[in-house]
């Protein structure tokens, strides 16, 4: 009988690599969110209704970026409904998971929480039942200091300071039937390439010299058909998309490749 020997040893370093591969990913489905990380005035919570104990598993993970609010949610959501003051917070039918989305936890609350978790933030915007305005004006709800709008909208809530978010997802799995919004390649390629230009020139406008991420986010399958057909998606989208933006986010549930040394594989957990 043929033996085999693992030898594992965590200190034994062959090359780097970064450490966003190691990310994750956090969503409004089922007790992820509420009871998960989120149960205002619960005793294992602390005074803004952050589980402490999941805050405490998370830090010890060491997770070094979280993407929110999805997933397949983020195809529906919007995200003026996740902030401000909770008791002028709309509940909505949410049709990613068959729900009423309350939105007492939101887009404020996650960069807290993230804060506290020592995690950054990955921002997914949608690209499903909304577009390229939406997108801009989160951005600028999230990272301009102010003199604008949505900045200032965001300090009215409490948060004078920008979020400074650096890596932004240009929808969730657009590829996929299950997808609000379900977009072909060419449909997706173009919206997506329009928000990024759009992102940037608004980047632009806040700091000539500011600097972030944006990348396209797909489901995979090894092995399948449905591989063959995100790998078309990809190839035709990413003709519109490869001027502005060259990361690709793979999501597979057992594994994980790499495209192009200069794309980004995100590994969601």
């Given at each position: 009988?043929?033996?085999?020997?693992?030898?594992?040893?965590?200190?034994?370093?062959?090359?780097?690599?970064?450490?966003?591969?190691?990310?994750?990913?956090?969503?409004?489905?089922?007790?992820?969110?509420?009871?998960?990380?989120?149960?205002?005035?619960?005793?294992?919570?602390?005074?803004?209704?952050?589980?402490?104990?999941?805050?405490?598993?998370?830090?010890?993970?060491?997770?070094?970026?979280?993407?929110?609010?999805?997933?397949?949610?983020?195809?529906?959501?919007?995200?003026?409904?996740?902030?401000?003051?909770?008791?002028?917070?709309?509940?909505?039918?949410?049709?990613?998971?068959?729900?009423?989305?309350?939105?007492?936890?939101?887009?404020?609350?996650?960069?807290?929480?993230?804060?506290?978790?020592?995690?950054?933030?990955?921002?997914?915007?949608?690209?499903?039942?909304?577009?390229?305005?939406?997108?801009?004006n989160l951005l600028e709800y999230c990272n301009f200091?102010?003199?604008?709008?949505?900045?200032?909208?965001?300090?009215?809530?409490?948060?004078?300071?920008?979020?400074?978010?650096?890596?932004?997802?240009?929808?969730?799995?657009?590829?996929?039937?299950?997808?609000?919004?379900?977009?072909?390649?060419?449909?997706?390629?173009?919206?997506?390439?329009?928000?990024?230009?759009?992102?940037?020139?608004?980047?632009?406008?806040?700091?000539?010299?500011?600097?972030?991420?944006?990348?396209?986010?797909?489901?995979?399958?090894?092995?399948?058909?449905?591989?063959?057909?995100?790998?078309?998606?990809?190839?035709?989208?990413?003709?519109?998309?490869?001027?502005?933006?060259?990361?690709?986010?793979?999501?597979?549930?057992?594994?994980?490749?790499?495209?192009?040394?200069?794309?980004?594989?995100?590994?969601?957990?």
């Amino acid at each position: 009988m043929k033996k085999a020997e693992i030898i594992i040893d965590k200190y034994f370093l062959t090359g780097k690599v970064d450490k966003r591969i190691f990310g994750s990913f956090i969503e409004h489905l089922g007790r992820a969110v509420y009871e998960g990380i989120y149960q205002e005035g619960s005793a294992l919570s602390d005074e803004q209704g952050l589980r402490k104990d999941t805050l405490a598993l998370v830090r010890e993970l060491q997770v070094p970026i979280v993407r929110y609010p999805g997933g397949n949610f983020v195809s529906g959501f919007r995200w003026e409904d996740s902030v401000g003051p909770k008791d002028q917070r709309p509940s909505r039918p949410e049709l990613a998971w068959g729900v009423i989305e309350t939105n007492q936890f939101g887009l404020n609350e996650f960069v807290d929480w993230s804060r506290k978790a020592g995690s950054d933030v990955m921002m997914a915007v949608n690209l499903g039942t909304r577009g390229p305005e939406d997108a801009k004006n989160l951005l600028e709800y999230c990272n301009f200091k102010g003199g604008t709008y949505y900045s200032d909208l965001r300090k009215s809530h409490g948060y004078e300071q920008p979020h400074d978010i650096k890596l932004w997802c240009l929808g969730n799995e657009m590829d996929g039937p299950w997808q609000m919004g379900h977009k072909t390649a060419a449909e997706y390629g173009r919206v997506a390439a329009e928000t990024a230009r759009l992102m940037l020139r608004q980047l632009l406008a806040e700091a000539p010299i500011w600097r972030c991420r944006l990348l396209v986010p797909g489901s995979i399958r090894f092995l399948t058909r449905l591989t063959i057909r995100w790998i078309i998606f990809l190839c035709i989208s990413t003709m519109e998309i490869r001027r502005v933006t060259l990361r690709i986010s793979l999501h597979a549930p057992k594994a994980w490749m790499i495209l192009s040394p200069v794309w980004f594989p995100s590994v969601m957990l």
